[in-house]
């Protein structure tokens, strides 16, 4: 049964994206806009329907580089924000090299990626995920590590506990709502990382490569359907984030209950 608070949630959203179409779908028909230049709604979820085969090829495709970035990026982003927030002097080092990798633009890292690999190879796509990914989740489990309340640390350095126990203790259950955050962010970047990064060579299989090429042969309506997988892909991923926020909170909820009988 869905409660009144959840609807409430989800009606205003809805109605505004069943409002944002019929706009879209009114404007195109009332001045009489060319598909080439714009096209209607209804011809894309026509459109949609029509190749959602070939569109659930490419989003596999393109999903499955997202989530091999999306998790070696994060694992690579935690075991790195661990170190950091261990040696200060590594932080001092590592910090600006991973900005300065960040802020190079995604179409020169890829393009040394692919004359690196195959052309039929999805690894520099992979790799390029990855990169966005662990800059994100990077940034915020350090700061999440780093920032904990004074008191906390003092209070169990009274009890004489070691670093390690302050760590698992004190910092990590901190850093773990920073965790989540940096998820839902990271989460959906990921997919448009890796469709992005179909459009500078390699394998013409994902979404990306799909849109320039209807595009290209002035299909708007089926650029735009593989538009709307991409979309639909990147909400996939960004509820799934949720849900395992939600799984760990209600966890770390039930463990504190039998902790505290």
């Known amino acids: 049964m869905w409660s009144l608070s959840r609807i409430r ?10 409002s944002f179409l019929l706009l879209w779908e009114g404007v195109v028909k009332g001045f009489d806009l060319k598909p080439y230049f714009l096209a209607a709604p209804s011809k894309i979820f026509e459109q949609f329907f029509k190749n959602f085969a070939r569109i659930w090829e490419a989003s596999s495709v393109s999903g499955t580089n997202a989530l091999i970035g999306l998790i070696a990026g994060t694992v690579f982003g935690v075991v790195m924000s661990f170190a950091l927030s261990r040696y200060r002097f590594l932080g001092e080092l590592v910090t600006p090299l991973a900005i300065a990798l960040n802020a190079i633009p995604s179409f020169v890292l890829v393009a040394v990626l692919n004359n690196m690999y195959s052309i039929t190879s999805e690894i520099p796509r992979r790799i390029m995920v990855s990169l966005v990914v662990y800059f994100i989740v990077l940034v915020n489990v350090a700061k999440g590590l780093t920032q904990v309340q004074s008191t906390h640390v003092e209070l169990m350095k009274s009890y004489a506990a070691s670093d390690f126990a302050i760590l698992r203790k004190v910092r990590v259950p901190n850093a773990v709502p920073y965790l989540f955050t940096a998820l839902k962010i990271a989460a959906p970047v990921s997919v448009i990382t890796s469709f992005v990064s179909e459009y500078f060579g390699g394998s013409q299989n994902g979404l990306g490569s799909r849109i320039t090429s209807n ?3 002035s299909k708007n309506a089926a650029a735009w359907a593989y538009v709307l997988g991409a979309c639909l892909l990147g ?14 909170s209600r966890g770390g909820a039930a463990s504190k209950t039998n902790n505290n009988k």
Do not use: K
């Open 235 to 248: 909400l996939t991923f960004y509820a799934v984030s949720i849900v395992l926020e939600s799984a760990a």
């Open 215 to 217: 595009i290209a042969n």
């Open 9 to 18: 949630r989800i009606l205003p959203p809805l109605v505004f994206g069943v």
